[in-house]
């Protein structure tokens, strides 16, 4: 894979690339070999395997460069080495790029010829080798904080800001208007409703019945002055209630001629046993 | 290194240090033969009508600005800032209710009011502390100041609307009440005098600094 | 105030600032008529013998130390963060080549970018987006920073080393190389191949946040 016909065609662009390496050289590949993983891709490793024999890059022997790279693939194989996809896809077009250089053309107009794809090849080496240079050269500038200085003791920038607060008279009574609705919905109370207790109708039916001792209408028992209509209708449940509580008591005698009739009701006479 | 060149890094130098340097600091940064001392005054007469001068602080040089442009130096800035709700909120019960304490206004909103809320309307200048309440803890009363009447355009605080006025303005909408009885058994809100507030003490009833 | 005292006043201004400033910066803290490009200039020759210079960085102006004093200048040295290669090489694709998407720059370093790189040197302020390809995914551009060319006292790109050159060489053409090696074993091209950088947009063509 690695040797080259003796006899191929030399292109005008293609310095030949030394074949014959020294040992001292050959020692060099191996360690550039076990060092597979420090490299950052093939075109590392090509750019690398340009540097380490001392290539011009703007005047590289793509096709040279190309057979490098497939004996340093084939040293990564014979090591054992375990080499990462990409290497060996670079392996395989530069072994296609290889028999392109070195066939002869074909017509196939839509096909990039192989001085096309090694111009390609060529481009991309010297515009990375170009940035790496840059890169360094960038970095050998003087730098801030380093070889020049800022000012050391900055004077502290006074800024006087005004903060002007933008709120209308609208927002302010809307606001307070918010709060005493929201107050309001929380002390929500229910008055007391008036009512003609049981126990009031207790205490006036016993004071009032020492001085009825003949039948009596409970009417006349109520409250005067009640012109409310549920406090009269209160004062009526609870007087009533009222007399039969103090009749359970066997304080009073009530009585009814029939459903509906008006309620008499008088003291509790001890002679007489009708009630 | 000539004179000229010595002049260029002394000057290099204390522009670059970030605090003032003595004639002993300067000269363990300088070359041995320098004479610190003449060039600093030869450096210090270079920018006696700069926009910088040299100046001696103490026994230390440094660089300041002329003292001439100071009021020049600062920078003036308006920013628009709107008011968080929780700021109006007390704001119209610190207006409605002044003198009062921070502790009513949290009983009133029904929140507590978070420290920055105060401090905002204070930055406004709307607010002004007016004395302290007699009662445990001697509490800071607010009231607003004559900025905020300034800002909303009013005479006085009594100028601001009672109830009865917000309600007939459409701003308190009330709700009727709930499970008519009669006139009488009615559910009914707390009554809401007309009048905006009480006073629980006159203005500054305790003096602040007490 | 006559020119004299406004050129006083920018000096000042500019003395105490270790930031650059622009010249809007500036205007902003200069009275309303005065003639800011003009007096940088002059500020800039009364200075050029000094120790310390007014150089102009991108857009900005600083005042620096003279870099040819670097080596006696013995001032506290600020702690750098050791780049890697990677990211060293990425910084030099992107102010060589800007404005450039991540796609560019991993064809012309022939491999992906890993995850950081562009965050070490956005973190570091070197590079910062400057708009958007008008190309299938709208890719961001980069370009480098004001900060960059401060930090590497270069007053724009075209001051950067070596760029005629490279760009004479015809290195810093958008031409297509191998394209892009991925894992998966393919050569790929994010453009199509016939007019791969047609497309190239001037700088902030599409604004990022469209």
């Known amino acids: 894979m690695s040797d080259t016909p003796p006899d191929s065609p030399q292109r005008a662009d293609q310095e030949p690339f030394e074949a014959a390496q020294p040992d001292y050289q050959a020692a060099m590949e191996d360690s550039l070999v076990l060092n597979l993983d420090g490299f950052e891709g093939p075109i590392d490793v090509l750019l690398t395997l340009a540097r380490t024999h001392k290539v011009d890059i703007t005047k590289i022997s793509i096709l040279g460069l190309a057979e490098q790279y497939l004996a340093f693939i084939q040293r990564a194989h014979a090591l054992r080495l375990e080499i990462a996809a990409d290497y060996l896809v670079m392996a395989a077009w530069l072994a296609y790029l290889k028999s392109r250089l070195l066939l002869p053309s074909t017509d196939d107009e839509d096909e990039p010829t192989g001085a096309e794809l090694a111009a390609r090849l060529a481009f991309q080496l010297q515009r990375l080798e170009a940035m790496r240079k840059a890169a360094g050269e960038v970095m050998e500038r003087p730098q801030l904080g380093q070889d020049f200085y800022a000012r050391g003791e900055p004077d502290p920038l006074i800024v006087d800001t005004t903060t002007e607060f933008s709120a209308t008279l609208y927002d302010l009574l809307t606001m307070y208007a918010g709060i005493r609705e929201r107050q309001g919905a929380s002390t929500l109370q229910i008055s007391p409703a008036r009512l003609y207790s049981m126990d009031d109708a207790l205490e006036r039916l016993g004071k009032l019945l020492g001085h009825a001792p003949d039948w009596t209408t409970l009417s006349r028992f109520l409250p005067e002055g009640i012109g409310d209509d549920l406090m009269m209708r209160s004062a009526i449940a609870s007087t009533f209630a009222a007399s039969l509580e103090l009749a359970r008591q066997g304080k009073l005698q009530l009585n009814q001629s029939q459903t509906f009739a008006p309620i008499y009701l008088r003291a509790r006479q001890e002679d007489t046993a009708d009630g | ?210």
Do not use: C
Request: no cysteine.
């Open chain 2, 1 to 210: 290194m000539d004179r000229f060149e010595l002049m260029r890094l002394l000057e290099a130098i204390l522009f670059g240090t970030s605090e003032p340097l003595s004639e002993r600091d300067l000269a363990a940064r300088m070359p041995d033969d320098a004479d610190i001392a003449g060039m600093l005054e030869e450096l210090r007469g270079q920018y006696a009508n700069r926009g910088v001068h040299l100046v001696q602080v103490g026994a230390r040089w440094a660089f300041r600005t002329a003292p001439d442009l100071g009021p020049h130096l600062r920078l003036k800035k308006t920013v628009q800032r709107k008011m968080s709700r929780a700021a109006l909120e007390t704001l119209a019960i610190i207006a409605y209710h002044q003198p009062v304490t921070r502790a009513e206004i949290e009983e009133i909103r029904g929140v507590t009011t978070s420290r920055g809320t105060l401090d905002i309307l204070l930055e406004a200048e709307w607010i002004r502390p007016r004395g302290r309440r007699r009662t445990p803890g001697r509490p800071v009363t607010w009231g607003v100041s004559d900025e905020f009447l300034d800002h909303f355009g009013l005479e006085s605080v009594k100028a601001l609307p009672g109830i009865e006025e917000l309600k007939a303005a459409g701003l308190l909408d009330r709700r009727p009440g709930l499970g008519l009885i009669t006139e009488e058994g009615q559910l009914t809100r707390e009554e809401t005098p007309d009048e905006p507030y009480e006073a629980v003490e006159p203005d500054a009833a305790i003096p602040l600094d007490e």
